[in-house]
């Protein structure tokens, strides 16, 4: 259930307000299983359901950009005890609403409701029949929760406490990743929104809650300036939304059970529920709809139009980065890619008016500089499953990944192609893996195929240990005397790479119907150091 309409204070640990961020969310969950242990108080069951929630959602969220087995795991180990404290939670904070809601003559029967009735107590005796059954549920959640608690494998968590945050820590808070992240969850939670003022049902107004959830776990833990102005207003919807759900459960408890001895005690039980649950409903709405709405101002600040194209590379930058075992050798085949593909559609070339006879009728538009872009990034993710052949691997990971907002479909499938083909066999029209794209797109996933092949074969530094503060990569694109001629940094037609360059510029050749000629880019001169006058 929701937020208690009155929480009652109980024993803390020291410092227990808690610190943010993965690490002291999955040690303070083994802080709270202890407090837990010692009777299953109101406050511990809870406090440890918010600690098991919250890692849970932060690995749900963190799953999305690293692909590790390890956020899948923990989420599982987490969710058995989040589950077997669920329904000790309902009971506690249902004893909570029946106190509240019942007659003031009532609230002593919290206490023993079983003696109260067998002394012919004249209270309100759906209050009665209410608590004695969630006493009665109380004691059994209780030893079975204790169970579950005792099952909770503490060494692996504890372990997980130390391996998962240094994997999470490589994306710094605030970063436009977790901007992108959060829009995910905006967008998530706001499509339930309009499902639940459309509906109106219990379920929805249920699922909305959980969705805001998530988005709030989302903002204040990794989006640090965003929690600062936005948590209040996000903890208010959260209580207010549970409170509802509170409500509906309690309803449903006290029709499952037959605690209404007649229609009278009947209609003024659902007057009491509906009036808590329309008051919060419309502070709900008075927040959350019309033109100054709080949804307005969260989504103000989260990427949009050119930022959220480019936060969508980033996230995929960043799932490559946890994948492919040398990712600088990756960074620096798209910045190679970028030069090229921008050398060659200013000099003309990938256009239906290059020059040449009978030019493929490619499709160009702004986003394939972006599918490149993405393609060299990723293109060595399939190293994660092994060397051999891994180009295949890239293709059916960029495939199945799931697709971040501001990519579309299409681009996702051509830089799953432009990937696959980096290296190996040369791309066919009529091939499987082409089949796959429409007609149109073909020729283009070709064509940034045959840049992508080249761009990799020039990264001269691969394998050979460069160091971190090396310049960027260079090069120079120009036609002259109808050859392309490519001028990259560093090359020399005697080093042991220039054979690789020779082959690998083989498919541009033929896409463009020019020969494709590389030579050395020779630094600029320095100028002479006259004396000062």
């Not at 919060?280 to 989260?302: C, D, F, H, N």
């Not at 990756?330 to 990938?350: F, H, I, P, T």
């Not at 907002?405 to 996702?412: I, T």
């Not at 029209?429 to 195929?449: F, H, I």
Request: net charge positive; with cysteine.
């Amino acid at each position: 259930m929701g937020a208690s309409p009155t929480p009652k204070p109980g024993p803390k640990p020291a410092n227990s307000k808690p610190k943010l961020g993965l690490r002291a969310w999955m040690e303070r969950v083994l802080v709270e299983c202890d407090r837990a242990a010692t009777g299953f108080d109101i406050d511990a069951v809870h406090d440890l359901r918010v600690a098991l929630r919250r890692c849970r959602s932060l690995a749900d969220g963190l799953m999305a950009i690293d692909p590790d087995s390890s956020w899948k795991e923990m989420k599982k180990a987490g969710k058995k005890l989040f589950q077997a404290l669920g329904e000790l939670r309902d009971m506690q904070v249902m004893a909570e609403w029946i106190e509240k809601l019942g007659d003031a003559s009532d609230s002593a029967a919290a206490g023993d409701a079983a003696s109260r009735v067998s002394t012919g107590n004249q209270g309100d005796p759906v209050a009665i029949k209410l608590l004695a059954h969630v006493h009665a549920r109380e004691a059994a959640c209780k030893q079975h929760a204790l169970k579950d608690l005792h099952q909770f494998d503490r060494k692996q968590w504890r372990q997980w406490s130390r391996s998962l945050p240094q994997r999470a820590s490589r994306v710094r808070p605030g970063s436009v990743v977790y901007l992108h992240l959060a829009l995910e969850k905006w967008t998530a939670a706001y499509d339930l929104h309009k499902h639940a003022l459309r509906t109106r049902s219990q379920v929805s107004w249920h699922a909305l809650r959980i969705g805001i959830k998530r988005f709030r776990y989302t903002v204040e833990n990794f989006l640090p300036r965003q929690h600062a102005l936005w948590g209040d207003d996000l903890k208010e919807l959260q209580d207010l939304l549970g409170e509802v759900h509170d409500l509906d459960v309690l309803w449903a408890t006290a029709v499952e059970i037959m605690a209404f001895p007649d229609m009278e005690s009947q209609s003024r039980w659902r007057e009491k529920l509906n009036v808590e649950r329309t008051k919060r409903i419309e502070r709900y709405r008075e927040k959350m709809v019309g033109r100054q709405s709080v949804w307005r101002v969260w989504r103000a600040e989260l990427p949009s139009g050119p930022q959220l194209r480019a936060a969508a590379i980033s996230r995929l930058r960043v799932w490559a980065g946890y994948l492919d075992p040398d990712f600088s050798h990756s960074e620096r085949v798209a910045q190679l890619a970028l030069l090229l593909y921008d050398g060659l559609k200013n000099a003309g070339l990938l256009t239906k008016d290059a020059g040449a006879p009978n030019p493929a009728p490619l499709i160009l538009d702004q986003d394939s500089r972006a599918v490149l872009q993405a393609a060299a990034l990723m293109h060595d993710v399939g190293k994660a499953k092994g060397a051999g052949n891994h180009q295949k691997d890239s293709y059916r990971m960029i495939r199945g990944l799931a697709r971040p907002l501001g990519w579309s479909a299409r681009e996702q499938e051509l830089a799953a192609v432009v990937a696959r083909y980096h290296r190996g066999a040369l791309p066919r029209p009529g091939g499987k893996t082409m089949q796959a794209l429409a007609l149109p797109d073909r020729p283009l996933a070709m064509e940034l195929a045959g840049v992508l092949r080249l761009a990799n074969a020039l990264d001269l530094r691969h394998g050979r240990g460069g160091k971190e503060n090396e310049s960027a990569p260079r090069l120079e694109v120009s036609l002259q005397d109808g050859c392309v001629l490519v001028r990259a940094g560093g090359y020399s037609a005697l080093d042991r790479s220039a054979e690789g360059v020779a082959a690998a510029r083989h498919l541009l050749e033929a896409l463009l119907r020019r020969p494709v000629l590389v030579r050395a880019l020779r630094s600029s001169p320095q100028p002479l150091k006259g004396p000062h006058r």
